[in-house]
């Protein structure tokens, strides 16, 4: 099993681990501040350093408990200590998109009460899903007005684990179908953007609302009925 240190310290650009398998082109580590792609966020990017050698990591991927960091270049023993580096501006960038993505479900749920279906995101870009049908008359205008309001009311966002019989009396984290998160996890990580949202959530986030930038919605599309996508982009 892998140490996520990224679920207890989003801010950790460096750190220090022990290889624990290789596998063809990658390592699976003790521990990592590499995040691995799930839950619509991307995997970090970044470099594995040892006494023997260094390579780039070009994905990281979740399989049997461990994360799995591909490497373009030499390869580390099982055994070998390394000092990992994430490119921390991509790292950034997507912290702060999804905390935007965050944001937005709060705007529309305060505004509308109307769920997020799904969403995916790339660095200062992304798309979210809400059971709208059919959109409000200027929604895309007003969300933006709004998003950018609660960026600028620089909301503290704060990381908790809760036991799951807690967290499903949690109606916020009922909202976000905490109910859905297989039985096996006793224990759910919440971000809460305070004030704003509330979500069970295992991703990166920035440390407030302030640090997000600039929100814009660049698009809306139907994807069929009771379901609409925002397409939005920051700077």
């Not at 040892?50 to 408990?65: E, L, P, Q």
């Not at 953007?193 to 600039?214: C, F, N, R, W, Y």
Request: proline fraction near 3%.
């Amino acid at each position: 099993m892998t140490d996520q240190l990224y679920l207890r310290d989003a801010q950790l650009q460096t750190f220090s681990a022990i290889v624990t398998a290789v596998s063809d082109d990658a390592v699976a580590l003790d521990q990592t501040a590499f995040y691995a792609t799930g839950g619509g966020q991307p995997h970090d990017t970044g470099s594995l350093a040892w006494a023997a050698g260094s390579a780039n990591v070009t994905n990281v991927r979740k399989a049997d408990g461990s994360h799995w960091h591909t490497l373009d270049g030499e390869m580390p023993e099982v055994g070998a200590e390394v000092t990992g580096t994430l490119d921390w501006e991509r790292r950034h960038q997507l912290m702060r998109t999804h905390t935007a993505m965050h944001i937005l479900c709060g705007v529309i749920w305060n505004e509308y009460q109307v769920p997020v279906t799904g969403g995916n995101m790339e660095p200062l870009k992304g798309r979210m899903d809400f059971a709208f049908d059919p959109l409000p008359e200027g929604f895309a205008q007003r969300v933006e007005e709004l998003v950018n309001i609660e960026i600028a009311n620089d909301h503290p966002i704060e990381v908790s684990f809760l036991g799951r019989g807690v967290a499903l009396q949690d109606d916020d984290l009922i909202r976000t179908k905490v109910n859905l998160i297989p039985e096996s996890v006793t224990e759910i990580r919440v971000v809460d953007i305070v004030g704003l949202d509330k979500q069970a959530d295992g991703g990166t986030h920035v440390q407030s609302t302030s640090e997000v930038g600039t929100f814009k919605v660049v698009k809306t599309e139907s994807k069929g009925k009771g379901n609409k996508r925002l397409r939005i982009e920051l700077s």
